[in-house]
């Protein structure tokens, strides 16, 4: 059977630590393709893991006619360019967190997937974690009965990323800690909740680090060849808010790359039935039996989130399955990133029944 080709658009650290690595693991795959602007960085990067092609230009890899998945790597400005380009030219594409930009660029990349019948599925590898798969097992069963309310929270006391770089500056990332690593947090817990339909958002943002920051080490450095770090530091170090849904739940959700602070990411679930708060490392279940109130710490297998994301999406190409990540999803969840920051900004809440 012909090989599965591959193209990267991106060499930074997201494609050499996840995306690279894990596509090269599945048998019958191969990346074939690597894109980026940084020639330096590019030339090291196919070097390094033996990548056939290169190029400068990501169009260049959209024209070999033999490449049937792109993996977008590239900062979050160009998401939308480049995966509404590779659907058009034929790809199924995975495109790392966020989306995009905004609601109106995440709807443009998804009526291109419509239109052109190409998977498409934006990488959240928190939703691969164990823990992450049992409590969907549960709440799709209707064992948390209705989920009314839930907390969700990404904090680092000192972890800004790539001082400099394109991660701290609003016009290239769309803001700070929250589209960056909240969006994971985020995502994983909108899921668990069934997915709802938005009401309103009421959102703040805070800066007090800006004289304190200092580089939090990702990307990592060995992966950073040819890059400079002169940009503004111009995004939240903290991003809070309160979201409503049709159906009456609501949600409370931060995310910090700096603060005094505890640290760590956790989401709490709150059920009818069940309630449950997973930390990442540990999940703990809140039940009820003949009145007695237990306290359950399921034993959970091990696994490699980013593994199991990239051959979730190489099975849903070869077996014309459906990605776990819906387009209603994948859109609110940008929506409501983006109604955040306008929440802070102009201090009043968003509506967006």
Request: glycine share 10%; hydrophobic share 40%.
């Amino acid at each position: 059977m012909a090989k599965v080709k591959v193209g990267i658009i991106g060499a930074g650290g997201i494609a050499q630590v996840a995306h690279i690595p894990n596509f090269q693991k599945i048998t019958g795959v191969e990346v074939a393709a690597i894109s980026d602007p940084n020639e330096e960085k590019l030339k090291f990067v196919a070097g390094k893991f033996k990548i056939g092609s290169s190029f400068t230009d990501y169009r260049k890899i959209l024209e070999m006619d033999d490449i049937s998945i792109v993996s977008i790597c590239s900062p979050n400005f160009v998401h939308k360019e480049h995966a509404v380009e590779s659907l058009k030219s034929g790809k199924h594409v995975l495109c790392e967190k966020p989306v995009a930009m905004s609601g109106a660029e995440a709807r443009e990349i998804l009526e291109t997937a419509k239109t052109t019948k190409k998977k498409f599925m934006v990488a959240f590898p928190s939703r691969f974690a164990p823990g992450a798969v049992f409590l969907k097992k549960l709440v799709d069963r209707g064992e948390f009965g209705e989920i009314y309310y839930a907390k969700a929270s990404c904090l680092r006391r000192r972890g800004i990323p790539g001082l400099g770089g394109w991660f701290t500056t609003k016009k290239m990332s769309g803001g700070g800690p929250l589209i960056d690593i909240g969006v994971h947090i985020l995502d994983k817990t909108y899921w668990l909740m069934g997915a709802p339909e938005l009401v309103s958002v009421t959102g703040v943002t805070y800066q007090k680090f800006k004289d304190k920051a200092f580089d939090g080490g990702w990307p990592p450095v060995e992966t950073r060849v040819g890059d400079k770090y002169t940009q503004p530091l111009d995004v939240e170090d903290l991003s809070s808010a309160f979201i409503k849904f049709s159906n009456g739940a609501s949600l409370f959700l931060e995310a910090s790359w700096a603060g005094n602070s505890e640290g760590g990411t956790s989401l709490s679930l709150f059920g009818t039935k069940k309630g449950a708060k997973d930390d990442g490392a540990s999940l703990k279940i809140y039940d009820e039996v003949n009145g007695v109130l237990l306290d359950n710490t399921p034993v959970l297998p091990g696994a490699d989130t980013y593994f199991e994301e990239i051959k979730h999406f190489v099975s849903c190409v070869l077996e014309d399955k459906e990605p776990v990540t819906k387009p209603n999803e994948i859109l609110n969840v940008i929506r409501i990133i983006e109604s955040i920051y306008l929440s802070a900004d102009t201090g009043k809440e968003i509506r967006l029944e």
